[in-house]
């Protein structure tokens, strides 16, 4: 597995695409009542030291299949923002998105400098266990303030402190095809 940064327009015309699907945008919020992240945001988001986006990889090749990200990163307070999509579904629930994250969060931490990093993932997305599954702590809910198909949804507030990171463990065919991916961080 590979993070790979938005250094082309290749890449950002990538991830743009799966963010402007509905079952990927749904679950996010790019601020100011966007729906969705433009190529244009994007591209902008990936030049600012207030944000790290990286696209992830798959064992067997350097073919991008989701996104994962730090954003509002401020250095004065080390914290950030985490949010991730998986944007090729056929390699969603095979633990790629799950271990992308993992190295995105250790790297926040550990040459960021990060001391606490935060997301929120509206209720009743099945997220919320992998956050957990992560070392995330559940700190709050924000109420009735997301909006699905026409329904308001809770926002679950977690975070994470630097010393609480976990790696997962992973179900017996997603260790088989992960194995040399679990090499240390």
């Not at 591209?43 to 090749?61: K, S």
């Not at 992308?100 to 997305?125: C, E, K, P």
């Not at 702590?137 to 679950?156: M, S």
Request: aromatic letters at 10%.
């Amino acid at each position: 597995m590979k993070l790979l940064p938005l250094d082309s327009p290749a890449r950002v015309a990538l991830a743009a695409g799966w963010l402007a699907r509905e079952e990927n945008y749904q679950w996010l919020d790019f601020g100011n009542g966007r729906p969705m992240a433009t190529p244009a945001l994007l591209h902008v988001m990936a030049q600012r030291d207030g944000h790290l986006l990286r696209l992830f990889t798959g064992a067997r090749d350097d073919t991008p299949i989701g996104i994962v990200a730090l954003s509002n990163i401020d250095r004065v307070f080390g914290s950030a923002y985490f949010w991730g999509a998986t944007g090729n579904k056929s390699f969603h629930n095979r633990g790629y998105s799950t271990l992308a994250s993992v190295r995105l969060l250790a790297l926040g931490f550990r040459q960021l400098g990060l001391h606490s990093i935060q997301t929120w993932v509206v209720d009743h997305n099945q997220s919320a266990r992998t956050v957990e599954r992560l070392g995330f702590r559940l700190v709050g809910r924000l109420r009735q303030c997301h909006r699905i198909y026409g329904e308001l949804r809770d926002r679950l507030m977690y975070d994470l402190l630097a010393g609480e990171l976990r790696e997962p463990a992973f179900a017996p065919r997603q260790r088989e095809e992960l194995t040399h991916e679990l090499s240390p961080m």
